[in-house]
């Protein structure tokens, strides 16, 4: 038996006007998936667990199979590992954004403009960390470069706890309200008004502005936490397994599960990246003898994010197209297997951020012979199966236990 799960962050979403008052994954076009949602299982799974918020590290813990309550110490120092940052037991570990704020001198009067600074590409966000830790690297600061706009600050014998707000989250707000507050957060603070001094005039913003792109014009730091300590993936399920993804989070997810992490180049957590290589990527793992590859693709993420309809349509299209359908071909030659299919949270174009309403899921099984019922897959068919896991780590039990055929 193999297993696969594509995990498109953030697909769920509300109804949209503009949609014909249909959610993304009602009016997109996915013959595929449709078809699997109709000999398969459907219906909803609350991945982020009640009084946590809706990030995509709580909720991709659950979809793996692991309590959030339990294992969550933190976005970044899951981000920290994928990058191959050694934590020390005392290290606090600090996501920092590359992000575009307006104009106004005086920071706190700033909107937040976007939190990608129009996806700045890693290399030039790699000169920018640079010249970030010129101003503020010390003993016990030290800022780390990733993809794009994601990066990482350490800080050693650092505070947690610290409330620090997404980025995403404030999105065309001022960011008086969401700026770190108390003496706690007072570095960090300074670091981010700071840093809008000298990366508005850097030589990679001006060339950047003179193309018509967003600059990456401020530092905003969140999501601290410090070394996290997961089960094996292995011991919980007997199954070798991988990850694929571009993006940090996902990747450090699965290699503190002791999971394989598979670069694929191209890889960019946005529309433009390579499916294809994706998919290839997760066959390969498969005819290698692994036994589960999780898929983790952020393109509807990034589009909820930004408010692009259109374009979050196109991306569950793509996912369709350019994944499920070269899965269901090339899988054909196992006996068996297993494919779930799912967000890990909705994020509405409506709201430009996470929210933490249960999602849509779907199972499929090559040898179950089932019959759903359904016309296809999407928030509102699913939900009117009344299958519903409250755990959302619990889901994945479901989906590797022989008890999902049985029930």
């Known amino acids: 038996m193999k297993y696969v799960i594509v995990l498109g962050d953030g697909m769920a979403d509300y109804p949209i006007p503009q949609l014909d008052n249909k959610t993304p994954l009602q009016y997109a076009r996915k013959p595929n998936i449709d078809f699997l949602a109709q000999h398969g299982k459907v219906g ?60 106004e001198e005086n920071y706190r009067d700033k909107v937040m403009l976007d939190h990608s600074s129009d996806e700045i590409t890693s290399e030039e966000a790699k000169i920018l960390i640079e010249e970030i830790n010129s101003h503020f690297k010390t003993a016990d600061l030290n800022y780390y470069p ?31 309200d969401y700026l770190p507050q108390g003496e706690d ?3 960090l603070l300074n670091m981010m008004v700071e840093s809008s001094k000298f990366l508005k005039d850097h030589p990679v913003n001006k060339a950047r502005t003179k193309r018509g792109l967003r600059p990456a014009n401020s530092i905003w730091l969140w999501g601290e936490g410090k070394k996290p300590a997961l089960a094996s993936f292995y011991d919980k399920y007997h199954l070798n397994g991988s990850v694929v993804s571009a993006v940090d989070l996902i990747k ?16 960019t957590g946005n529309t433009q990246t390579n499916f294809s290589g994706k998919v290839e990527a997760v066959l390969k ?7 589960f590859v999780y898929l983790h693709i952020e393109a509807p993420d990034e589009c909820g994010h930004h408010a692009e309809i259109d374009n979050k349509v196109r991306s569950i299209e793509l996912i369709d197209e350019k994944i499920v359908s070269i899965l269901l071909k ?73 008890y999902f055929i049985k029930n």
């Open 330 to 402: 090339e899988m054909e030659k196992y006996d068996d297997y297993r494919l779930l299919i799912l967000p890990d949270h909705p994020t509405p174009i409506a709201l430009r951020t996470h929210t933490t309403e249960p999602v849509p899921f779907l199972l499929y099984q090559k040898t179950a012979g089932m019959e759903s019922g359904l016309s296809g897959y999407d928030e509102f068919q699913a939900k009117e199966t009344g299958l519903f896991f409250k755990e959302g780590y619990s889901l994945m039990d479901y989906f590797l236990m022989d």
């Open 285 to 291: 793992e498969l005819e290698s003898g692994q036994d």
């Open 252 to 267: 450090g997810i699965g290699i503190c599960a002791g999971l394989k992490s598979v670069e694929v180049e191209g890889a």
């Open 146 to 176: 990733g993809v794009s706009y994601r990066h990482c600050l350490i800080w050693k014998n650092g505070l947690i706890n610290l409330n620090l707000t997404p980025p995403h989250d404030v999105l065309d707000k001022k960011v008086t």
């Open 185 to 187: 957060n007072k570095i």
């Open 44 to 103: 909803i799974v609350q991945t982020i667990p009640e009084g946590i918020p809706p990030g995509s590290d709580s909720a991709n813990l659950s979809v793996m199979g692991y309590n959030p309550r339990v294992y969550y110490t933190g976005r970044s120092p899951l981000e920290a590992v994928s990058m191959g940052i050694e934590l020390s037991d005392s290290d606090v570990a600090i996501r920092c954004n590359l992000v575009t704020l307006s104009e």
